[in-house]
């Protein structure tokens, strides 16, 4: 079996690690300052580690299980990569530039089973899960990639919205999160962080429970159990009744704004009327809550769906503000390096298939 990336490792369980394996103290230090601040390719590069600990830590762990297949660069300055795994999987990764900041939206699954009809990313059954060190790989290669450009730019924001469903890898998720929010190291603000769920209500309670102050946001996409059962299946074991009564939980645990996404779909749930239904399912709690309209991203393989036509968006988003529902439209970065999550990744694997 392959050696574990020692980016798996939070800041305790590194200081754990070192101190069962007989070494002192100071050298956690020593280490997380090279694995994240001066972000070092290998081991050896630690010069004021001593030859032990080096020895110890390459005898135990590897500092890069990725590697980097294709590398897109659009014109708004997004790029996106394909990542191959140690085991040969291919997961994407992708930098979004803002006004605000660099973000990076990851991927914590190689493949995804929660079977959303019109995701790209679902179109591959979940493989497995992602460890957290291939989830951190994931920040720390595209901060590498930055640095190289000698431009001193850094990773701001991270979005956890790539492949697959975070709250499905739960502790791997929760230990990427204190690794890059550790600010001895990437120091990534808690609240620059936003982690999405297509809504596993059980996993909401915990992750209230954690006090961790990352953003959450949840794949609405309905507003009745209908129609959500229609595009997602996940609502047959969630349905909206149980993930509201968990959003109720996490908002009276944590005070925190959530985020509803709702992807716009033409003549299937852009009406007045899933507005309307939206705007009540969300009213008693709307001073917590921030509706994201998102334009659908259309794909080969669900040609049953089509982008909402901009008036339709801008009526739906103009009905839930009369509604005193707080909301906005997010327009899509990368358009022209197949925006969609999962399409590259998708392409890839056929082209080797037909190949």
């Given at each position: 079996m392959s050696k574990p990336s020692i980016y798996g490792l939070t800041y305790e369980q590194l200081t754990d690690w070192l101190i069962e394996h007989g070494q002192q103290r100071f050298r956690v230090d020593q280490v997380w300052n090279w694995l994240y601040k001066k972000r070092v390719n290998h081991f050896s590069d630690m010069n004021n580690v001593n030859k032990e600990t080096i020895a110890l830590l390459e005898d135990h762990f590897i500092l890069g299980t990725l590697e980097e297949e294709i590398k897109q660069e659009s014109k708004d300055g997004t790029i996106k990569y394909l990542f191959r795994l140690a085991d040969g999987n291919l997961i994407e990764t992708v930098l979004m530039r803002f006004n605000y900041g660099l973000s990076v939206c990851v991927t914590t699954q190689v493949g995804c089973n929660i079977g959303c009809t019109f995701c790209a990313s679902g179109l591959l059954k979940k493989n497995r899960d992602l460890s957290s060190g291939e989830i951190v790989e994931q920040i720390m290669n595209v901060q590498k990639h930055l640095d190289s450009r000698g431009e001193d730019e850094r990773v701001s924001h991270?979005?956890?919205?790539?492949?697959?469903?975070?709250?499905?890898?739960?502790?791997?998720?929760?230990?990427?999160?204190?690794?890059?929010?550790?600010?001895?190291?990437?120091?990534?603000?808690?609240?620059?962080?936003?982690?999405?769920?297509?809504?596993?209500?059980?996993?909401?309670?915990?992750?209230?429970?954690?006090?961790?102050?990352?953003?959450?946001?949840?794949?609405?996409?309905?507003?009745?159990?209908?129609?959500?059962?229609?595009?997602?299946?996940?609502?047959?074991?969630?349905?909206?009744?149980?993930?509201?009564?968990?959003?109720?939980?996490?908002?009276?645990?944590?005070?925190?704004?959530?985020?509803?996404?709702?992807?716009?779909?033409?003549?299937?749930?852009?009406?007045?009327?899933?507005?309307?239904q939206l705007a009540k399912l969300l009213y008693d709690h709307r001073h917590l809550a921030y509706v994201n309209l998102i334009p659908y991203n259309s794909v080969d393989e669900h040609n049953q769906y089509q982008r909402s036509e901009s008036t339709s968006i801008q009526a739906f988003f103009e009905t839930l503000k009369e509604q005193g529902i707080n909301c906005g439209v997010r327009w899509e970065n990368g358009a022209d390096i197949d925006a969609a999550c999962g399409q590259l990744r998708s392409k890839q694997i056929k082209k080797k298939n037909v190949g």
């Amino acid at each position: 079996m392959s050696k574990p990336s020692i980016y798996g490792l939070t800041y305790e369980q590194l200081t754990d690690w070192l101190i069962e394996h007989g070494q002192q103290r100071f050298r956690v230090d020593q280490v997380w300052n090279w694995l994240y601040k001066k972000r070092v390719n290998h081991f050896s590069d630690m010069n004021n580690v001593n030859k032990e600990t080096i020895a110890l830590l390459e005898d135990h762990f590897i500092l890069g299980t990725l590697e980097e297949e294709i590398k897109q660069e659009s014109k708004d300055g997004t790029i996106k990569y394909l990542f191959r795994l140690a085991d040969g999987n291919l997961i994407e990764t992708v930098l979004m530039r803002f006004n605000y900041g660099l973000s990076v939206c990851v991927t914590t699954q190689v493949g995804c089973n929660i079977g959303c009809t019109f995701c790209a990313s679902g179109l591959l059954k979940k493989n497995r899960d992602l460890s957290s060190g291939e989830i951190v790989e994931q920040i720390m290669n595209v901060q590498k990639h930055l640095d190289s450009r000698g431009e001193d730019e850094r990773v701001s924001h991270i979005v956890v919205m790539g492949i697959g469903e975070p709250f499905d890898n739960f502790t791997n998720l929760m230990d990427f999160l204190y690794v890059v929010n550790d600010d001895r190291g990437l120091n990534i603000g808690a609240r620059h962080i936003t982690v999405s769920t297509s809504g596993l209500a059980h996993k909401i309670y915990e992750f209230a429970d954690t006090g961790i102050q990352v953003n959450l946001a949840i794949s609405i996409h309905a507003p009745n159990n209908e129609l959500r059962t229609q595009i997602m299946k996940i609502n047959k074991a969630f349905p909206i009744e149980k993930l509201m009564k968990a959003v109720d939980y996490y908002l009276e645990k944590t005070n925190r704004r959530i985020t509803y996404e709702y992807i716009m779909l033409r003549d299937v749930n852009d009406h007045k009327e899933e507005a309307l239904q939206l705007a009540k399912l969300l009213y008693d709690h709307r001073h917590l809550a921030y509706v994201n309209l998102i334009p659908y991203n259309s794909v080969d393989e669900h040609n049953q769906y089509q982008r909402s036509e901009s008036t339709s968006i801008q009526a739906f988003f103009e009905t839930l503000k009369e509604q005193g529902i707080n909301c906005g439209v997010r327009w899509e970065n990368g358009a022209d390096i197949d925006a969609a999550c999962g399409q590259l990744r998708s392409k890839q694997i056929k082209k080797k298939n037909v190949g």
